[in-house]
């Protein structure tokens, strides 16, 4: 099992830009979730997904969009990429139903705007 | 709304134990988790709480106590590989959590 993927590794935008920040994972997990990690800053809940076929908000939305494809597929995408949106992004999944306290996370995306 | 603290650093020796607190407020609180991130890699899950009390896990152990809104991570025989960031995270009924800054741990030899 490859557990949770992410692509990129890293990327390199300049402001304006658009992408799409690719995550799947191959453990049969309904809730999935999108964060960013500043420095200090701790993590961050963009958006999440309790079960494919449902979105909601996080702590820090704006700016970014997600789209659930399919039970192991949840994508986030930057529509105008923003220096502020500079960070690290982290994917994660979890069994749902009541066991979002054990998420595994993918190895992350260094994300530049420039 | 759901605020955790806990302390941006702390320093141990290798071999000692170490302590991290973590304080919490929020309404419907679900369960206490912890997280260990070494530097430039992903959080890994270590340990949760959904009652008061203790959980050991190895070398690892974690205490929630809901009527004081507090947990702690408690680190015993500390190993240089032990030096990373911890997160303590607090669960709600919405299946998301909302993760701490984190606690950078450094040992000393």
């Known amino acids: 099992n490859a557990g949770v993927t992410q692509t990129p590794k890293f990327q390199v935008l300049k402001t304006g830009q658009s992408m799409t920040l690719q995550c799947a994972q191959d453990?049969?997990?309904?809730?999935m979730y999108w964060y960013r990690q500043d420095p200090g800053m701790g993590l961050r809940l963009i958006y999440y997904?309790?079960?494919?076929?449902?979105?909601d908000k996080g702590e820090v939305p704006n700016g970014y969009n997600v789209s659930r494809l399919n039970k192991r597929e949840f994508s986030l995408r930057l529509e105008s990429a923003a220096p502020s949106q500079t960070s690290v992004y982290f994917c994660?999944?979890?069994?749902?139903?009541?066991?979002?306290?054990?998420?595994?996370f993918g190895p992350g995306t260094r994300l530049t705007v420039t | 709304g759901q605020s955790l603290e806990q302390p941006s650093e702390v320093t141990a020796v290798e071999g000692a134990i170490v302590q991290i607190n973590c304080t919490y407020q929020?309404?419907?609180?679900?369960?206490l988790s912890w997280y260990q991130q070494h530097d430039g890699g992903a959080p890994t899950f270590l340990s949760y709480?959904?009652?008061?009390g203790l959980e050991e896990t190895g070398r690892f152990s974690s205490f929630l106590s809901r009527s004081d809104s507090y947990g702690y991570l408690l680190l015993q025989e500390l190993q240089m590989k032990d030096s990373a960031s911890y997160f303590c995270?607090?669960?709600?009924?919405?299946?998301?959590?909302?993760f701490g800054k984190g606690t950078r741990l450094h040992i000393l030899p």
């Open positions: 994660a999944s979890s069994g749902g139903a009541g066991t979002s306290y054990e998420q595994y």
């Open positions: 453990m049969n997990h309904n809730s």
């Open positions: 997904s309790a079960s494919e076929g449902t979105t």
């Open positions: 929020t309404s419907g609180f679900y369960g």
């Open positions: 709480n959904g009652l008061d």
């Open positions: 995270a607090e669960g709600s009924r919405d299946d998301k959590i909302i």
